[in-house]
């Protein structure tokens, strides 16, 4: 995996969070959903397998953005296992967001929270195709563009 449940947390979070509400099969779909696409599969596969030699790519452009991937697939789950949470670690209550607050968010005010994480995973990806498409990575091609009966597809 590219980011491990920590990163997520200190990049896609203000609150800490108990790190087992995230689970690293839901950053592989993340992973494989949103990243896999934009590096295209041999750069993915090139990072995966060498990731010292991405390191530039990887830390300020890929963990951004699938921090906020992996937050937003989580929002929904993490809300209510907040709500419903008891802390097997007493010590740790006091840093993890307050379960009472969750169960007052509104479903308008879910929804517009979800649209916002989106918003900002998909800004970070926009950041990412932009520095994939200066760096001209060698394993990456870039998607086609095609109009097909007025519809754009991308291959």
Same mark, same amino acid.
């Given at each position: 995996?590219?980011?491990?449940?920590?990163?997520?947390?200190?990049l896609?979070?203000?609150?800490?969070?108990?790190?087992n509400? $995230? *689970?690293?099969? $839901?950053?592989?779909?993340?992973? %494989?959903?949103?990243? %896999?696409?934009?590096?295209?599969?041999?750069? !993915?596969?090139?990072?995966?397998?060498?990731?010292?030699?991405?390191?530039?790519?990887i830390?300020?452009?890929?963990? &951004?953005?699938?921090?906020?991937?992996? *937050?937003?697939?989580? !929002?929904?789950?993490?809300?209510?296992?907040?709500?419903? !949470?008891?802390?097997?670690?007493?010590? %740790?209550? &006091?840093?993890?967001?307050? &379960?009472?607050?969750?169960?007052?968010?509104?479903?308008?005010?879910?929804?517009?929270?979800?649209?916002?994480?989106?918003?900002?995973?998909?800004? %970070?990806?926009?950041?990412?195709?932009?520095?994939?498409? *200066? /760096?001209?990575?060698?394993?990456? /091609?870039?998607?086609? =563009?095609?109009?097909?009966?007025? =519809?754009?597809?991308?291959?």
């Open positions: 995996m590219l980011i491990t449940v920590r990163e997520v947390i200190e896609a979070y203000i609150t800490l969070i108990d790190d509400l $995230i *689970k690293e099969e $839901i950053i592989d779909a993340a992973e %494989k959903t949103y990243i %896999k696409p934009v590096l295209t599969t041999d750069l !993915y596969n090139g990072v995966i397998s060498n990731p010292a030699s991405y390191t530039a790519l830390d300020p452009y890929i963990k &951004p953005c699938l921090a906020f991937y992996v *937050k937003y697939l989580i !929002y929904s789950q993490q809300l209510f296992e907040t709500a419903e !949470y008891s802390s097997p670690d007493p010590t %740790k209550g &006091p840093e993890l967001l307050d &379960p009472s607050n969750a169960a007052l968010i509104t479903n308008d005010v879910h929804q517009s929270i979800i649209k916002d994480i989106l918003f900002i995973a998909r800004q %970070k990806e926009k950041t990412l195709i932009e520095y994939l498409d *200066k /760096q001209a990575f060698e394993l990456r /091609q870039a998607p086609t =563009i095609k109009r097909i009966s007025g =519809i754009i597809i991308k291959s």
